[in-house]
């Protein structure tokens, strides 16, 4: 018993060490994003149906340059800068395609490009600008919803890709079905 005591308590020390040391993951410097959830939330004001929807998606990434600030530091901001400047199509890093389910197939929304914009910014996601791997989800939330210009009971579904600020395009994911206005 003696004996069974002592070995047992240096195997659990053991045990402990080996389990700290934990190797750092090995992802390529273009980000890599999974589809999560979309969490729909669903309300009324003034007799008008709002939907407002938070894209939830996973990442990955390398070199852990994900993100632009969305309010400039000082002129010489560099999130705000060449290929980043307001006129560029990077000035944006979180790209959200709307589609809408007619019969069995997906449609791409026909205002979308006209008259609604569901492009952004997440902000940057490490603290500096060192190389370093990340992964974890972003939320984008969505408010562009409301019954005097979506139909009630749509059914859409949204493609979403993402840059860093290396100019590295994600892969494309599609979310779940919504069904527009069905909320919490």
């Known amino acids: 018993m003696k004996h069974l005591l002592k070995y047992s308590a240096a195997l659990f020390v ?3 060490l080996l389990g ?8 390529p410097d273009e980000p890599s ?10 309300y009324t004001k003034n007799r008008i149906t709002f939907d407002s929807l938070v894209l939830v998606v996973d990442f990955q990434d390398g070199d852990g340059n994900l993100g632009l600030r969305r309010t400039p530091l000082d002129e010489s901001d560099p999130d705000f800068q060449g290929s980043f400047e307001q006129s560029s199509p990077y000035f944006n890093n979180f790209f ?5 389910k007619r019969g069995d197939t997906y449609v791409p929304y ?7 914009n569901l492009n952004g910014r997440f902000p940057r996601l490490a ?3 060192r ?6 989800e972003i939320k984008y939330t969505l408010t562009n919803f409301s019954n005097d210009i979506f139909d009630p009971r749509d059914t ?21 079905d919504v069904v527009l206005f069905q909320g919490q």
Request: proline content about 3%.
């Open 131 to 136: 190389d370093e791997v990340l992964e974890g």
């Open 33 to 42: 994003i999974t589809f999560d959830r979309v969490d729909q939330y669903t």
């Open 110 to 116: 026909p205002f979308a490009s006209e008259f609604l």
């Open 96 to 100: 959200v395609n709307l589609q809408v």
């Open 20 to 27: 700290g040391c934990r190797e750092e993951p090995n992802y």
């Open 156 to 176: 859409v579904r949204f493609e979403i890709f993402i840059y860093d600020r290396a100019l590295n395009k994600s892969n494309s994911v599609y979310s779940n």
């Open 127 to 129: 603290r500096d600008d």
């Open 14 to 16: 053991i045990a402990l």
